[in-house]
């Protein structure tokens, strides 16, 4: 019986087919060839977690130390909650006591069961777990991406473990949730010159009082913040509203900063005083290219209507030029504060509104006062009807490029008038419906309208009418090149 020889394939065609297996099942695959076994080892590896002692944990530190298999982890998510057993297996430390001498006086041991891999018993004590954590952790040579989530319990100092990467590692992407507590022991932290994105996520602690969060966020967070010179991107975000302002005013003109994230608190007092917000942005007005607002009421607390209040003196004397990029997550932003943050920024090329159904009168409202400059709008979820339509046409005509977000359409957009849903579903729509949106829209032509590429994103599933909605809106956008759906 003659043998047949196995199926050879250039590299790049393995990828290409490996795009279409799902995750879970590429991990499964290691043994069909060479690669295969290379694209599932970079799958299984590229994304490692650390976050409870136990035999998954061991046994993913020990299959690190291997140089073959950690050169291909590129995200680390530490989450040192075995910290928290030790402190609650031992008594709680002096505050002249190391971490390391924390561990030394622990007595608890780490032991596993045998398994047919392992037969032979494994006892390890935590400061051997510690020891290698730092071994593995400086060994990760392609590390770039790093989150770290600590919470509780505090410390007096920070655990060696967690910043061996920063020696090690050429991050440049780094997250931060940590309580205020924790992150008075995170400066001096040495070697981030290469990190470009910093994303914090911060919560008090409960445990000091407004000034010595005032203090941390002055002389701890913002000399920390500071010293990387290679920042490009920050993001904050708060998991309850406070006071930091501090942080504002103690930090000086970050350089390179283009993309800025901020997450605002529904309730008082949001971010603090609204003066020093705006002082920060506007000494960024030469460098701050994106700018991204949403709401947040993370701490489910009453809604405050004071939101608009502060918005309104944070960004009324706002200036920043350069800005080409604005990003509203609109959810919890009133409208009239949506349309106070679109007036600021009228240099903006780019603007994207999303996050809570918008009616036409707030279309209209938002789109009136948008610059001449404005070639790209994402927008919705909206209910789409030819009213909106020739809304887009007639406010923003030299718009290149419209990205929709459409739950429904309908023929006509007056007070009473609703999409109405096939008896079978709640989602697919009555086809009378669309037909008579169709009819509206063939008698309407845009020939001075600039559009050149239209992508509907459906909100309820995909389009049942793609064919015709090309026909469509090629018939009534002469300029139209593109659309996407």
């Not at 430390?93 to 622990?106: E, G, R, V, Y």
């Not at 919560?203 to 990387?228: K, N, S």
């Not at 006509?412 to 709640?426: F, M, N, T």
Request: with cysteine; net charge neutral.
């Amino acid at each position: 019986m003659t043998g047949k020889r196995p199926l050879s394939l250039p590299f790049d065609i393995w990828i290409q087919i490996a795009h279409d297996i799902p995750p879970l099942d590429l991990e499964d695959l290691l043994s069909v060839n060479s690669a295969f076994f290379h694209l599932a080892m970079e799958q299984r590896y590229r994304q490692i977690s650390f976050a409870y002692l136990g035999r998954k944990m061991m046994r993913l530190l020990w299959r690190l130390k291997d140089p073959y298999v950690a050169k291909r982890v590129r995200i680390l998510h530490m989450h040192p909650h075995f910290i928290k057993e030790l402190m609650e297996a031992d008594s709680f430390p002096n505050a002249s006591d190391s971490l390391f001498s924390l561990f030394a006086k622990h007595k608890k041991l780490l032991t596993f069961r045998p398994t047919k891999s392992h037969p032979r018993k494994r006892v390890y004590t935590l400061d051997q777990v510690v020891l290698t954590l730092i071994n593995v952790l400086s060994g990760l040579p392609n590390l770039c991406e790093y989150h770290i989530a600590w919470v509780s319990p505090s410390l007096p100092s920070l655990p060696a473990f967690l910043t061996t990467p920063f020696l090690y590692s050429p991050i440049t992407r780094l997250s931060l949730e940590m309580t205020l507590e924790n992150l008075e022991t995170l400066h001096p932290v040495p070697c981030l010159g290469k990190l470009r994105e910093l994303d914090l996520f911060l919560r008090p602690g409960h445990m000091l009082d407004g000034t010595g969060y005032d203090m941390i966020l002055a002389h701890t967070l913002a000399p920390f913040v500071a010293t990387i010179a290679s920042l490009d991107s920050l993001s904050l975000r708060l998991f309850k509203p406070l006071d930091i302002s501090p942080l504002f005013s103690s930090l000086p003109v970050l350089p390179r900063l283009h993309t800025l994230s901020i997450t605002i608190p529904l309730t008082a007092p949001h971010l603090g005083d609204p003066d020093a917000f705006a002082d920060f942005l506007n000494a960024h007005t030469h460098t701050l290219r994106h700018l991204s607002l949403r709401a947040s009421n993370l701490s489910f607390g009453v809604t405050d209507a004071r939101l608009a209040n502060w918005m309104q003196t944070a960004f009324y004397a706002v200036r920043v030029e350069s800005l080409k990029v604005l990003e509203m997550g609109v959810g919890l932003i009133p409208t009239e504060s949506v349309r106070l943050v679109v007036g600021r920024f009228l240099h903006a090329e780019r603007l994207v509104l999303t996050g809570r159904l918008l009616t036409l009168a707030e279309v209209v409202e938002v789109l009136d006062i948008v610059g001449p400059g404005l070639k790209r709008l994402r927008i919705g979820p909206v209910v789409l009807s030819p009213q909106m339509v020739d809304v887009f046409a007639a406010l923003i005509p030299e718009l290149e490029r419209l990205e929709l977000v459409v739950t429904h359409v309908v023929p006509w957009d007056e007070d009473g008038v609703i999409p109405r849903y096939e008896a079978e579903s709640e989602y697919a729509q009555d086809e009378s419906q669309v037909t008579r949106f169709f009819e509206e829209m063939r008698r309407r032509q845009y020939d001075d309208w600039a559009l050149g590429t239209l992508e509907f994103v459906n909100g309820r599933g995909r389009c049942s009418f793609e064919k015709e909605l090309r026909e469509l809106w090629h018939g009534c956008v002469p300029r139209l090149r593109q659309i996407i759906i």
